[in-house]
């Protein structure tokens, strides 16, 4: 059945905004995008639906998430850990504290309401990390689509194998729900070299994509230079690691390392990458990876700042992403695309960040053909929001930008039907 769904706009991402206009739709798919009145009288049979004074864009791409630790915040207070700020370190003894703690039962409530809150603030896809390999089935019951990136980290090879094996046999034989799958090493400072060449092979051998947190903090290049500092000091000892086990050591940033032990796929996903050199970021440009910021969390620990400039001038393809509930007040890519916004002020034009919130995250995840702009042939999948006021046309974009965390999404339409309404 064709519907024309038809707003006061529509921003297609890939083309200029159209005033009174409409996406024509039938069951899963995009058949044209243009002006409200060409579209009605080409289709008469179309039912219309009107939804006023909103506009009508592709559904946010959530690219980085860790939607299991979503319940997290009432953990923490419920274990009697204050929300003070701490650094890095500290946070992340404290998180897998409060994490392991936590039946499974509660995991996967945890991430079952994870996935409710991204659908609810207008995300069609997610990067989410699975740490906690059997909840997969959670996966099912969602329309989201995207990729899972099953997280790998740890010193002893053959743990890291026992959960290859896991992924192999329950996870490449049925993916989960909507979404294609992908590996997630978590760390350069908790993974060996040996580790992480161990886990590339295999991502090569079975043709998955990799995902990793990669130059978050200073305390990751001060642990890579030297085996020194925070990380060494409070995570090593907690996690019965030892810094011995790093004989590759030093080396002079993140991305060296890497290379340095084994170069990751091309189209990987290169994870915050806050802390990265002019060089750093040509090598990330030269092997061909995205870049997922996360400006919230990554202020959760200080004021630091990705050089969004300097990855625009490399070409490099970028995306957002929210993080966890365990560094930021929300799962809302609007909320970080508004944070985004006042953070890098001047560095991107409100067009360029309503593409990184869409299209760079449909690219960095695998699913620009179906998603990330609104074009015929395209997947029936888009978002109707309203913003607190409707500007005039060329003033759209960053009335988006400006006021995104004020934006009001009425409607999210994934193979063209409205999940807002089911839920």
Known sequence: MLQLITARYVMPVSAPVIENGAVLINSRSIMAVGRRATLAVANPEATTVDFGDAVILPPMVNAHTHLELTDYPTWALQAGFSNLSESFADWVVKL??????????????????????????????????????????????TSLKGRIFCELL????????????????????????RFGLGLAPHAPYTLTSTALSHIVLWSE??????????????????????????????????????????????????????INNAVLPAGSLVVHGVHLTEADINDVA????????????????????????????????????????????????????????????????PSEWLDIATRGGAKALGVDAIMGRLEPGLGANFQIVVPPEIPSTGELAEALCAHADMIDVKALYIDGENILSVN
Do not use: M
């Not at 010193?155 to 729900?177: A, C, M, V, W, Y």
């Open 96 to 141: 897998v504290k409060v994490r392991n703690a936590q039946p499974i039962a509660k995991i996967k409530n945890s991430l079952k309401s994870g996935l409710d809150q991204v659908l609810k603030a207008g995300t069609g896809a997610i990067g989410d990390i699975l740490t906690t390999l059997n909840i997969h089935e959670v996966y099912n019951r």
């Open 154 to 177: 740890g010193h002893d090879l053959t743990k890291i194998n026992e959960r290859l094996d896991f992924i192999q046999e329950s996870l490449l034989r049925s993916p989960p729900g």
């Open 205 to 258: 051998r079975h043709e998955l994509p990799l995902a990793i947190h990669l130059a978050e903090t200073k305390e990751e290049t001060e642990f890579l230079s030297g085996k020194t500092g925070p990380i060494a000091e409070r995570i090593f000892p907690a996690a019965k690691w030892r810094v011995d086990d790093f004989s590759d050591l030093p080396a002079n940033s993140s991305v060296q390392w890497l």
């Open 286 to 349: 030269r092997y061909s990876w995205h870049v997922v910021l996360c400006p919230r969390s990554n202020s959760h620990f200080g004021d630091s700042r990705a050089a969004v400039a300097s990855y625009r001038k490399a070409g490099i393809n970028l995306a957002l992403g929210t993080d966890s509930r365990a560094s930021v007040s929300s799962l809302s890519l609007w909320d970080e695309l508004a944070y985004a916004w006042r953070h890098f002020p001047g560095v991107c034009g």
